[in-house]
């Protein structure tokens, strides 16, 4: 054991040199190469696959050990230039057919030009399907579109892929026979789709996936028609809409959901079809919609919410949340009109937890004339244990909020505020903040 951790420290340290070159030495090689095939491959395991490969010059006993890895990773930084592509691709052909690995637990591929041929692509994925593949992630950072398929149809009836991840320049075309009973996991980001069914009859054929991101960024602005997620088992949904994206709407049914990440940017001013999701714990809402009714109502049911929308607003006081304890709203929600703390704090009876941040990439707005409710929100009276700022000027309309926070919260234990500015001036927007009344005697302020 003491000569197989040799061997796994010596790797390690090889494979933070570049162009290196296996020739070291060991004082009592006979004896780490008496050591058992599956603890070997076991070390190999525990390094980069070219590393790993490279071992394979060390001698007879190691020439195909890593011809039984489980897990194989081929990354564009190893092989970005024209001649590393052609070495990558000369490589793959003519090993890859010849793997011993019954079962491979990871194929990975990062490719980043053109100079690799779909058909080639397309004959690594299948070989690797078919030793019982469960893990697929492929990256093509491809400059030219999307023009031919690097999927086999074997992909879409392969028994034991668990998770599917497809990232970039590759074209979504699935087939009429499909049947992916393992499939947990998926992810699908800036890829092209063949048609306007192509996800839904993806998904359709998934009875167990549970964690789906879709996302639709960079280079699918062609996709226009309805997005259809239609799936019971799901338990995980992020969706990207950028602003750009051409859609008529979506449809999405997900019953048993319990994490929801909704980031919607279109201007295209699409519908909306969300189903109830009763199970709901967690959801995360960055959105520009016009109708705000059939989202915001199908997650009444959340915990923990983090939400920067506009709309908000023209939803009125027809919603409630009953089971919300974790509240996180964007300045650029809560500066759009002075009435937004009073409507969600009114529909939120039971929350414990208050926030006021900026979401990533927003940046901060003026903000408008606040007025106090004229009732204070029961949550703020009877619950609300925790409440913070980020990035805290100081400016009257936020010195009013945190005030007024401050003076009915009657069972706040902390107000964490993250000041912004100079530090002399800092210091006098938290003196002043200390001096302020609280409505809780142990309430602790804390300062960032």
């Known amino acids: 054991l003491t000569d ?20 070291f030495f060991f004082k009592d090689m006979d004896r780490i190469s008496e050591l058992p095939d599956e603890l070997l491959v076991k ?11 490279s071992t394979s010059i060390l001698s007879k006993r190691w020439e195909y050990l890593w ?53 080639n692509i397309s004959t690594w994925v299948s070989t690797a399907v078919s030793h019982c593949l469960r893990e697929l992630d492929i990256l093509h950072d491809d400059t030219e579109p999307a023009m031919s398929n690097i999927l086999p149809s074997n992909l879409f009836t392969c028994k034991s892929l668990v998770v599917l991840k497809l990232v970039g320049e590759i074209l979504l075309d699935v087939p009429r026979v499909v049947s992916l009973p393992s499939l947990k996991t998926l992810k699908i980001q800036s890829v092209r789709y063949f048609d306007e069914e192509t996800l839904q009859r993806l998904l359709s054929n998934c009875p167990i996936l549970e964690d789906l991101v879709v996302d639709l960024r960079d280079y699918d602005y062609e996709s226009a028609g309805q997005l259809t997620v239609a799936v019971p088992s799901l338990q995980s949904l992020s969706l990207y809409i950028p602003y750009c994206q051409d859609l008529d709407g979506f449809v999405i049914e997900t019953p048993n959901l ?22 709901l714990i967690e959801a995360y809402l960055e959105v520009n919609l016009p109708d705000m009714k059939s989202l915001i109502g199908s997650i009444t049911s959340v915990k923990r919410l983090t939400i920067c929308s506009e709309g908000i607003m023209m939803l009125g006081e027809g919603f409630v949340f009953n089971q919300l304890e974790h509240l996180e709203v964007c300045f650029c929600t809560l500066f759009s009109s002075d009435l937004v703390i009073e409507l969600l704090l009114k529909a939120s009876s039971n929350l414990k937890r208050l926030g006021f941040s900026f979401m990533e990439h927003h940046v901060p707005q003026g903000m408008v004339h606040w007025n106090q409710p004229t009732i204070v929100p029961e949550c703020i009276l009877s619950s609300l244990e925790s409440f913070s700022w980020s990035k805290y000027t100081g400016e009257p309309e936020e010195r009013d909020i945190v005030v007024y926070i401050l003076k009915h919260a009657l069972h706040l234990k902390t107000a964490t505020i993250n000041s912004y500015g100079s530090d002399v001036w800092k210091l006098e927007m938290l003196k002043e903040l200390e001096l302020s009344p609280r409505a809780s005697a142990t309430c602790q302020l804390l300062f960032d």
């Open 4 to 23: 197989a951790f040799a061997v796994l420290w010596s790797l390690s340290i090889l494979s933070t040199v570049n162009n290196c070159r296996l020739f």
């Open 43 to 53: 070390i190999l395991m525990s390094v980069p696959t070219k590393v790993a490969v």
């Open 67 to 119: 011809m039984w890895l489980t897990k194989l990773e081929y990354l564009h930084r190893d092989h970005c230039s024209e001649p590393g592509c052609k070495r990558l691709q000369s490589f793959l052909d003519r090993n890859l057919p010849l793997h011993r690995a019954p079962v491979i637990e990871t194929f990975r591929l990062e490719l980043c030009s053109s100079h690799f041929k779909p058909e």
């Open 258 to 279: 319990k994490s929801f990440k909704l980031l919607d940017h279109s201007i295209s001013g699409h519908y909306c079809l969300i189903e109830k999701m009763p199970c």
